[in-house]
């Protein structure tokens, strides 16, 4: 198996601005275990419509490329969501009794994220093809 240093280039770019993005969302608010985390969560849902989008659109409705999928998908995508912030912020809440919060936020993250997925994926399939 070769690296090909175009397809790791797209990968690193994406990735970067992906990652650029969440830490500006981030600023936005300060971690509090007592309250919904919503950068993070604002960042993982709209991550993975993203993806739902961009897979869809890639896979169906695009001339196939060696670039876009891991510039858009596992660069962008990858670099913007977090699920390890989300397991973080998830322990957190735990460890201050914020029980109901901690189960709350990781049900919503989940159920939020694939439904994300599911709406852009069926967006995607629904826009007519222009010939």
């Known amino acids: 198996m070769s690296i090909d240093a175009r397809e790791m280039a797209a990968v690193?770019?994406?990735g970067a601005l992906g990652s650029l993005a969440r830490a500006g969302v981030a600023e936005l608010a300060a971690p509090d275990p007592a309250r919904w985390p919503w950068p993070t969560f604002a960042v993982n849902i709209v991550g993975a419509l993203l993806l739902g989008y961009f897979t869809t659109r890639l896979?169906?409705?695009?001339p196939l490329s060696s670039y876009r999928r891991p510039l858009l998908g596992t660069g962008l995508c990858g670099g913007?969501?977090?699920f390890s912030t989300m397991q973080v912020e998830t322990l957190?809440?735990?460890e201050h009794?914020?029980?109901g919060l901690a189960i709350g936020y990781t049900v919503?993250?989940?159920v939020a994220g694939l439904?994300?997925?599911h709406v852009a994926t069926a967006l995607v399939r629904r826009a007519r093809v222009r010939a």
């Not at 896979?59 to 695009?62: A, F, I, N, S, V």
């Open 59 to 62: 896979l169906e409705r695009l």
């Open 97 to 99: 009794h914020h029980y």
């Open 108 to 110: 919503a993250s989940l």
């Open 115 to 117: 439904l994300a997925v």
């Open 12 to 14: 690193f770019v994406g």
């Open 92 to 94: 957190r809440m735990i």
């Open 80 to 82: 913007l969501t977090t």
